[in-house]
């Protein structure tokens, strides 16, 4: 449980489904509900199939590269960390908000559902790290269960969010969603740092 409770937080507060919704609100604004439904779980699904490729075969990745797994959570920390500063300091939303905006200025691009939604706003680095990361820390099919359970979780919370952007927008309103960004941004930065601190202890202390 308390795995399964730690990778569903690191998964909510990287993924970030409430941040995700009032991007793909305004990507599909004026289309018909079921087709932004349908848009929303095909996004949903290829980030999902992403992320299960990373958690599976990305120790494989690793070893491939010469990558020690101590080296991957120092990076992989660093990485989150400067994710975190984005969200404390509301930078990541204005990133998305410019990518978004890119997209409704090209009419040709119709299906966001692949490029921005799957990659890189649900199946990110920062997504991708922190599944190799969780993944690293042990081995056995209980464990890796556990973790794909708590990203499963995430991701039907994810396709919720999404297929109802609109209304969900509409209750948070932009203050809301501003401040729980810049709490999840502060508990996501000492995740990273923890991250990095694992690194370092396994990388000297053998």
Do not use: N, W
Request: charged letters at 15%.
């Amino acid at each position: 449980m308390e795995l399964f409770i730690s990778s569903l937080i690191t998964f909510f507060v990287v993924i970030d489904p409430p941040g995700c919704a009032p991007i793909y609100a305004g990507l599909t604004a004026g289309v018909p509900g079921h087709h932004a439904r349908a848009m929303a779980l095909r996004a949903v699904l290829v980030a999902g199939a992403i992320l299960v490729v990373f958690a599976l075969f990305g120790q494989d990745i690793l070893g491939a590269l010469h990558i020690s797994l101590d080296s991957f959570r120092i990076a992989g920390g660093i990485m989150l960390f400067l994710i975190a500063l984005e969200m404390v300091f509301e930078k990541r939303t204005q990133r998305r908000e410019d990518r978004a905006q890119k997209l409704l200025d090209t009419p040709e691009i119709e299906d966001v559902s692949i490029f921005p939604m799957a990659m890189p706003m649900i199946a990110g680095p920062g997504s991708i790290a922190s599944i190799m990361l969780l993944m690293s820390k042990g081995h056995g099919v209980e464990r890796t269960l556990v973790i794909l359970a708590a990203l499963g979780t995430i991701l039907l919370m994810t396709y919720a969010a999404l297929a109802l952007a609109g209304p969900l927008m509409r209750i948070l309103g932009a203050r809301i969603e501003a401040v729980i960004t810049r709490v999840l941004g502060v508990l996501l930065a000492a995740l990273a740092a923890q991250f990095v601190i694992d690194g370092l202890r396994g990388s000297f202390i053998q």
